[in-house]
């Protein structure tokens, strides 16, 4: 299903700004 790969690939850009911001507040502190 198209919706399927959509889906994985939202979760998957989610993850990824997840990391970036977690890697800026170990920064910033």
Do not use: C, H, P
């Amino acid at each position: 299903a198209k919706w399927s790969m959509a889906v994985k690939g939202w979760k998957n850009t989610l993850s990824q700004f997840a990391i970036l911001y977690n890697d800026r507040i170990k920064i910033e502190e």
